[in-house]
């Protein structure tokens, strides 16, 4: 069964940074796109990034210069690392191998 795992997620400070995971099983990423998306309360899930099977990387336009996406095909794992987090930034992050998703993680940031 497919599975993709999101962790990395808490309660931060704002200003600071995270690094979110998605291991994902029985599907390689080296074959597959993978992307990233989040969900606030009461509002639909909005993708935020991507990286492509050839390794190519897009970001919205919401997130471009506060994010990098990246990924590891030897554990299999895409990142997706968080700069300068702001009380907005506060959602759950899910991960989407088409058509496939992760359960997510939270990320609070708050003072």
């Known amino acids: 069964q497919v599975r993709l795992e999101e962790s990395g997620g808490g309660l931060v400070q704002p200003g600071t940074s995270l690094r979110l995971s998605c291991v994902v099983s029985r599907r390689s990423i080296s074959v597959n796109n993978v992307a990233w998306y989040r969900q606030a309360p009461g509002k639909e899930r909005e993708w935020i990034s991507s990286?492509?099977?050839?390794?190519?990387?897009n970001y919205a336009d919401s997130v471009r210069g506060r994010s990098t996406i990246s990924r590891d095909t030897v554990k299999n794992t895409v990142y997706l690392q968080r700069n300068s987090l702001k009380a907005d930034d506060t959602e759950v992050y899910y991960c989407?191998?088409?058509?496939?998703w992760g359960k997510g993680t939270q990320v609070t940031v708050s003072s």
């Open positions: 990286i492509t099977s050839s390794g190519t990387i």
């Open positions: 989407h191998l088409t058509p496939y």
